[in-house]
């Protein structure tokens, strides 16, 4: 982990970015209310779900994202060009009007 992800982003090589709040669920971080889901299949883990609001996610390399795993929550860091790992458009937070 260290190696693959920490050293590069600490050169400025690659950016990172940190996903919690979802779409229904704000920020609300409890088992009761995140609803992306990690289930392991064999050695690997399937992730489904929606996050929201995610800083530098249109220009990071991965992400670290908060996942419920049966009956807790669990970090897990996900590739953004990975297989199935969709980053939709940025959010207007401003409008801006020109004359």
Do not use: H, Q
């Not at 590069?8 to 088992?31: H, N, Y």
């Not at 929606?50 to 970090?75: G, H, M, Q, W």
């Amino acid at each position: 982990m260290k190696k693959n992800y920490l050293t590069p982003l600490i050169r400025g090589e690659k950016i990172g970015s940190f996903a919690t709040t979802e779409p229904d669920a704000s920020t609300d971080l409890s088992v009761r209310t995140v609803t992306t889901m990690a289930e392991r299949n064999g050695d690997k883990w399937i992730i489904n779900g929606r996050k929201r609001f995610i800083s530098n996610s249109p220009v990071a390399d991965y992400v670290v994202l908060l996942c419920r795993t049966d009956n807790s929550i669990t970090e897990f860091v996900v590739n953004l060009d990975g297989p199935g790992v969709k980053v939709g458009e940025p959010d207007r937070k401003s409008a801006t009007k020109a004359n």
